[in-house]
Each structure stands twice: as structure tokens, then as C-alpha cells.
């Protein structure tokens, strides 16, 4: 059976989606741990010894971020969301994850977790997701538009609501 590009991209899309929301939490955690106890502008009484407890949760928080996202409904493969849509539901997601995370910190007291590492990584987070899930579809786009499976439409009429669609359509060539 051969599937027409568009339902192809559709297809692998939410598994793009997937690889680059978890290679930008995991680079995130990264950059905030940095930023909380390495860069001097927080006062950290950890050791550098301490830090492979952290990078040890980082899978786990991950998992919970990817677990969220997919919740919000970011992952469907014929979900249209315009970005600032996608970006709320992003920010929600996150902000539900970072809540959980805290939950669990507190239940967890064999090693002290600072609580401000996860603020900041859920600060850090959701704009990242965000802005990387907007490079991903122009991306994603820009392949479509090469590839030559965007559609031509042929709008009938011309009344105030036909030019309101042809605007929203060429605003939002990602929903053509």
C-alpha cells in the first residue's frame, strides 16, 4: 500500500516531535543545572560529587515532560494547532509535569533536591519545547513545499469570508 506523502509526514511527525521535545528537556536540564549551581549566580552548597544524583533523574524527568506533553494532546499526528495554541498547551504541560516533580521531590528525602533547579527548568522548559516545536514545522514545511505535496486549493467566490479564508490560509500555510 502506498500512502500519499502527506499521510507519510503524518505518520512520522509525532515520533519527530517526540526525539526533539526530549533532546531539548534533556539539554535544558542541562543548561539549568549549569545556571543553578555552576555559574555562581545562585548560592549552591553542592558539591561537584552531588551532581551525578541529578543527572540521574534527568531520564525520569524526561519521562514525566514527554508523558505531560503527550497528555495535552501534543503528539496526535492530524492535531492543527496554530503556535500560539501549541504553545499554551505546552506551557500547560509543563507546568503540570514541574508540579508532579515537586510532589515527588518532597516524598523523596534521602537526598535534599532543590526546588528552585525545577522552577527553573520548568521556566526553561516550556519556551524551549515551544520554539523548538516552531523550527521543527517550518522545517517540516519547507521539506513539504520542496517536495511539491502542498496542496492547491481553489476557493469559489468573493465575499468577505472567502478573503478572510485565503488570509488565514496564506498566514497558516501549515494547516493547507
Do not use: C
Not at 147 to 172: C, M, P, W
Request: charged letters at 15%; zero cysteines; proline letters at 4%.
Amino acid at each position: 500500500m502506498t500512502l500519499p506523502r502527506r499521510r507519510q509526514r503524518e505518520s512520522f511527525l509525532p515520533w519527530a516531535q517526540l526525539a526533539v521535545d526530549a533532546a531539548v528537556v534533556y539539554w535544558m536540564l542541562h543548561m539549568v543545572l549549569w545556571l543553578r549551581f555552576e555559574s555562581g549566580w545562585f548560592a549552591a552548597r553542592l558539591a561537584s560529587s552531588d551532581y551525578r544524583f541529578y543527572f540521574k533523574t534527568f531520564p525520569l524527568i524526561v519521562l514525566v515532560m514527554t508523558f505531560f506533553l503527550r497528555y495535552y494532546g501534543l503528539y496526535r499526528p492530524a492535531a492543527s494547532l496554530t503556535f500560539a495554541a501549541e504553545a499554551w498547551q505546552v506551557v500547560k504541560s509543563v507546568v503540570a509535569g514541574t508540579l508532579i516533580l515537586m510532589a515527588i521531590t518532597f516524598f523523596f528525602r534521602p537526598f535534599s533536591f532543590s526546588s528552585t533547579f525545577l522552577v527553573m527548568t520548568g521556566f526553561a522548559i516550556a519556551p524551549a519545547i515551544a520554539l523548538a516545536r516552531y523550527i521543527l514545522g517550518l522545517i517540516v514545511m519547507a521539506l513539504d513545499q520542496r517536495r511539491g505535496s502542498l496542496r492547491n486549493v481553489l476557493v469559489i467566490g468573493s465575499d468577505a469570508n472567502t478573503e478572510k479564508l485565503i488570509r488565514f490560509y496564506r498566514k497558516n500555510p501549515r494547516f493547507a
